[in-house]
């Protein structure tokens, strides 16, 4: 796997400040995951069922998964996961991931198609409400496929008790989606998803990727569901794995 950016870690991950070079601990690989499990990834998940969930109104996003990394894998899902751990590179701490896909329609605005925000262990709770709010140690995104739009922007700002801060971002990464690339970023960096702005409109596309967050405890949301539901959940065929 080659590793498009490689960047030092902070000094301190997982204590967040307004003085962090936050931005240095973003990385990208591709390919992700090597090309055999990405292709079965795909025959196992086609893009015309994402299609058929999406405008059946699936909840993509309150439909998430625990995968407990002490478990050995029993879907392609987990094994994908397994595969994205090294580069990754979590806490030792990290027992498990929690992992969801990500559809979004590359017009639907040509501003923000999915807003920025803090990752959390339940979305429900509000991020003002920093008592209750608790990040992942480190969240990740592999792209499933390519847009001409819909970068994925992570920023400099943090989660203090003052807010967000900065309040204006100071730097900001753009990834732009590509088929079976993978980025890593700390779990307590803002981000979101740009739509085309200023650019020309071009052909609507779902935009799919799969988000795959490391936690140190089990996410609290009422969203979560045990991994080896996935397939009943998204109603795709209990087909074996290619050998």
Known sequence: MNEIQ?????????????TNDALSS???????????????????????????LFQE???FYRTTFWYP??????????????????LASPSPN???VEWWFSVLVTNETPQWILPCHFDRDDMAVAEKDLARVHHPDRASVLFLNAV??????????????????????????????????YTVFPGYMYHGVIGRMWRPMKNTKLRIAMAVNW???QPAATYL????????????DAKPMSP
């Not at 490689?6 to 307004?18: A, H, I, K, M, Y």
């Not at 973003?26 to 058929?52: A, C, D, I, W, Y």
């Not at 920023?155 to 989606?177: A, N, S």
């Open 57 to 59: 109104d699936f909840r």
């Open 215 to 217: 936690w140190t405890a």
């Open 94 to 96: 990290v027992i498990g």
């Open 69 to 86: 990394l002490d478990r050995q894998p029993e879907n392609i899902f987990e094994s994908i996961a397994i595969s994205l751990k090294p």
């Open 6 to 18: 490689s960047n030092r870690e902070s000094s301190e991950p997982g204590v967040p400040t307004e």
């Open 225 to 236: 569901n045990d991994s080896r539901e996935c397939m009943r959940l998204f109603r795709l």
């Open 148 to 181: 001409p739009y819909g970068e994925l922007v992570v920023t400099d700002q943090v989660l203090t008790e003052k807010g967000t801060r900065p309040k204006q971002p100071k730097e900001m990464h753009f990834i732009r989606p590509a088929k079976n690339l």
């Open 26 to 52: 973003v990385k990208l690989f591709k390919p992700g995951v090597p090309t055999r499990q990405f292709n079965e990834l795909m025959r196992v998940f086609p893009h015309s069922h994402f299609v058929k």
